[in-house]
């Protein structure tokens, strides 16, 4: 038997779950009263209260809403798309395309040379803060607010980054300085222009902690990635609910194959068995080397393997913060609007799917940043937009998912700014779009240290917690946490992997392979979709 703790553990604390606005409002009450570590604290939520205007310009009733605790983008490169296809669980999903990368340049209000077009085709001579970010070669030369000077720097950028083995070579020469410093030194990018470079990685760190090891491969899966799905996009959400819709079918694909879930209750405590006996037997299946887990109510169970993520393992936290660990805090500030912010949604190329995702980036340098903050270690904002296609809001709303790297009491003001920022510069807006709702929350995360503090999880073979020699023999493995990014990364699928090797093998000819499931048969003698 093998207990997987986040299938397992209470509902209130999953960060993969979607909820309506009544679900999120208790969830919010949990967080705050928890007597024990969450990935999440300091929650809050408030409502505009009026009940004036049309239908899309007040809240609707509470299922309407679908809210995400994990609006992850996920690559065309995505090792996880491959994934989806071989186990077949990508028949029960449904995707919807990314469109248009913006960024926000309140200050740069009369320099030339700011890269990228404005809304509804504004030049260079008409200044909008709102500045479409090119995202590949084609959008670069198409791009009439780029001098020819820029244009060659950038240029040779984007060939860089799209070449495997000539990136790859570059990290290996320049991987740990400044992303900022690479781009000035090597090809004399403008500042001005790095801004746009530095959002397409996503990076929630600021600039001068961007390194290049972290940049360049995120600028070479962003633009490889293009064309991939359709024309003139690289990314895709999941409808319905972020990556909770993947958690939720792969759990429903489980079941079918003899899984067992036990929902809302945590794990109260784990007893390992005998190390030393466990290190020394050939085999774990004698019931006194299995491993006793008490679940919240007073059941227990045995398990040959125990696999956990942070915070819901009994000690994780304290046990991971004994090696060398990184605690990372974003705030975060989800909401609901009054406006489809159509705009903003334009079709990425001829022929590409309508989207129903956006990209905002706000950098430090743009906004207004609250004292006593120190301006050069304030990382951007970043707004994931979601348009009604995507099921979580009624017609004529979109909701906003602001995030900031920033461990400050005054991070969810700055994410409401930036919010109001958006709202009062998109264009075609008959009148300012308002704030519906607000979820304000901080989310934890307890990451290996790396070079650079928030390049995401770290995980492989032979540096992961799970192979410490006692807990690989007593059957407990430790998964990496999902990490900060904004996109979902290729080593959460990697970790999992490795703990997949570990605990099938001893299995022979009947272990299978990764990610690969057989069609089954139903009652009805039907193949069954999973």
Request: hydrophobic share 35%.
């Amino acid at each position: 038997m093998t207990v997987l703790t986040d299938a397992a553990d209470e509902k209130e604390f999953c960060p993969g779950l979607e909820r309506n606005l009544q679900e999120a409002t208790a969830w919010v009450e949990q967080v705050n009263a928890a007597s024990r570590p969450t990935p999440f604290s300091t929650a809050s939520t408030t409502q505009r209260q009026t009940n004036e205007g049309s239908p899309g310009t007040r809240l609707c009733f509470s299922r309407a809403y679908s809210i995400s605790l994990s609006p992850h983008l996920i690559y065309a490169r995505s090792n996880l798309v491959p994934a989806l296809v071989s186990s077949k669980v990508y028949r029960q999903l449904e995707f919807l395309a990314v469109g248009s990368w913006w960024i926000y340049d309140g200050i740069a209000e009369r320099q030339e040379g700011t890269l990228g077009e404005g809304v509804n085709g504004a030049t260079r001579d008409q200044h909008v803060p709102l500045r479409k970010i090119p995202g590949s070669r084609e959008d670069v030369f198409a791009d009439k607010t780029i001098d020819l000077r820029s244009t060659r720097s950038l240029m040779k950028i984007l060939k860089l980054a799209a070449d495997s083995e000539t990136y790859s070579a570059t990290v290996a020469e320049s991987g740990d300085q400044s992303f900022p410093d690479f781009l000035t030194s090597q090809y004399k990018v403008d500042t001005r222009l790095q801004a746009p470079l530095q959002a397409l990685t996503l990076s929630p760190d600021s600039p001068s902690k961007t390194s290049v090891s972290y940049a360049f491969p995120r600028l070479h899966r962003h633009l490889t990635s293009i064309g991939i799905f359709g024309p003139g996009f690289g990314a895709v959400v999941p409808k319905w609910g972020g990556l909770a819709e993947i958690a939720q079918v792969a759990c429903r694909a489980g079941a079918v194959g003899g899984g067992v879930y036990v929902l809302k209750k945590g794990i109260d405590s784990v007893d390992r068995p005998n190390q030393a006996a466990a290190i020394s037997t050939a085999t774990r299946e004698t019931d006194n080397l299995l491993t006793s887990i008490k679940l919240q109510g007073g059941d227990e169970v045995k398990a040959r393997w125990t696999v956990g993520t942070p915070f819901t393992l009994p000690n994780y936290p304290a046990e991971v913060t004994k090696q060398q660990t990184t605690a990372i805090v974003i705030a975060h500030l989800t909401a609901i609007v009054s406006s489809s912010l159509t705009s903003l949604f334009p079709p990425p190329a001829e022929g590409s799917p309508p989207p129903a995702s956006i990209v905002v980036v706000l950098p430090a340098s743009s906004i207004e940043i609250p004292q006593p903050i120190e301006f050069a270690d304030v990382p951007a904002i970043h707004l994931i937009i979601h348009s009604s296609d995507t099921g979580e809001c009624p017609e004529g709303q979109s909701i906003i998912y602001a995030s900031i790297a920033l461990q400050d009491p005054s991070a969810s003001q700055l994410l409401s700014s930036a919010i109001e920022t958006l709202l009062s510069v998109v264009p075609d807006e008959p009148t300012k779009p308002d704030v519906l709702w607000t979820l304000a929350y901080q989310q934890h995360h307890l990451m290996q240290s790396s070079p650079s503090r928030l390049s995401g999880p770290q995980t492989g073979p032979d540096d992961d917690p799970a192979d410490d020699e006692s807990n690989q023999h007593c059957g407990i493995i430790h998964l990496q946490d999902l990490g900060p990014s904004l996109a979902l990364e290729d080593e959460v699928l990697k970790d999992v992997r490795t703990a997949w090797e570990r605990i099938t093998a001893d299995d022979g000819d009947d272990r299978g392979a990764f990610m690969q499931f057989d069609n089954r048969v139903g009652i009805d003698g039907e193949q069954d979709d999973m």
